[in-house]
């Protein structure tokens, strides 16, 4: 079939270089448009747009799918289909009828579980055991059309929304190609979803990421792996914002206790209290320096045990 792949971020790319291997033939791309990235936050182009220019595949960067000449130039094209994964907008009516097998979408959860920006961190959050990934017909309804394809991954006690995502991406593509080919064989048929069950997973911002000392252990641990890398967990220290990457979890030890945000500091760890027990800390990042493990950040500050975090 010939196709136009519609994705932006780095996990997009494993589905695009997974279709580049097919049977089918990548006509062009879309993606989002040119934006900020980085320390230094230069204008530059998506992880998907710069592959594809590297590849000499058309790069299309609508600001609006709905726009006009975004349109015309799909219909020049005149795709069999458009896959999808992680493109980032809405996409019209007017569009979604343009290929004649119209748009399938990589979503990486089992749906109609954590519809939205976001499937990965949520699951992650809530403490789901299993997530997984579904193919299905783009409608106008978010997230909500029949479904194609769908695989499942368990979650690991460790996993960061990061490691997941990987897992789910590489997974995810060939289910996407398979889906493809059942498709221009006739092997394969969308089947509506179920109207149970159905949550909704919209995109993290960086308030969800701010660690609430407060709630127990368990809790802590899950939101910030599931705010690691995107957007990142953090919290306060003597005024400042610092960010967090994974606590370990710690044996309920009697005596042991530590008040909420409260930090103790040993040799070669860092721990500190929550609404449950304590969590020793992986590594932190301070403002305007480098990415460390906790136990040196806390000899840099000879941090005492009544030092808290979470109050600024």
């Given at each position: 079939m010939r196709l136009v792949?519609?994705?932006?971020?780095?996990?997009?790319?494993?589905?695009?270089?997974?279709?580049?291997?097919?049977?089918h033939t990548v006509e062009a791309v879309i993606t989002r448009p040119d934006a900020p990235a980085g320390r230094g936050r230069r204008v530059e182009p998506s992880p998907v747009a710069m592959v594809a220019g590297e590849l000499g595949i058309e790069v299309l960067k609508p600001v609006r799918p709905g726009d006009p000449s975004f349109q015309e130039r799909l219909r020049e094209i005149a795709p069999d289909c458009c896959p999808v994964t992680?493109?980032?907008a809405l996409l019209p009516q007017s569009v979604l009828g343009i290929p004649r097998h119209g748009w399938v979408n990589l979503h990486f959860s089992v749906l109609p579980a954590w519809r939205g920006a976001a499937p990965v961190q949520h699951a992650i959050l809530h403490g789901d055991d299993i997530t997984g990934a579904t193919?299905?017909?783009i409608v106008r309804e978010l997230d909500a059309g029949p479904v194609f394809g769908v695989l499942t991954e368990p979650i690991r006690p460790t996993d960061t929304a990061g490691d997941l995502l990987d897992r789910l991406a590489a997974s995810g593509a060939e289910l996407l190609v398979a889906t493809l080919d059942g498709i221009e064989d006739g092997t394969v048929r969308a089947l509506p979803q179920s109207a149970d069950g159905v949550s909704l997973a919209p995109k993290l911002a960086p308030e969800d990421a701010r660690v609430d000392w407060n709630l127990p252990a368990h809790l802590t641990?899950?939101?910030?792996?599931?705010?690691?890398?995107?957007?990142g967990a953090w919290t306060e220290f003597d005024g400042?914002?610092?960010?967090l990457w994974p606590v370990a979890l710690l044996p309920d030890i009697p005596g042991a206790?530590?008040?909420p945000g409260e930090l103790r500091v040993e040799r070669g760890a860092v721990h500190a209290g929550t609404g449950s027990r304590p969590v020793r800390l992986g590594d932190v990042q301070p403002p305007g320096k480098r990415r460390m493990p906790a136990a040196d950040w806390a000899r840099g500050l000879h941090a005492e045990p009544a030092t808290h975090l979470g109050f600024s």
């Open positions: 792949f519609a994705g932006t971020p780095p996990v997009a790319v494993t589905a695009l270089r997974a279709l580049l291997t097919s049977q992680a493109y980032g193919t299905f017909q641990d899950r939101q910030i792996r599931a705010c690691t890398p995107d957007p400042a914002r610092i960010k206790s530590l008040a």
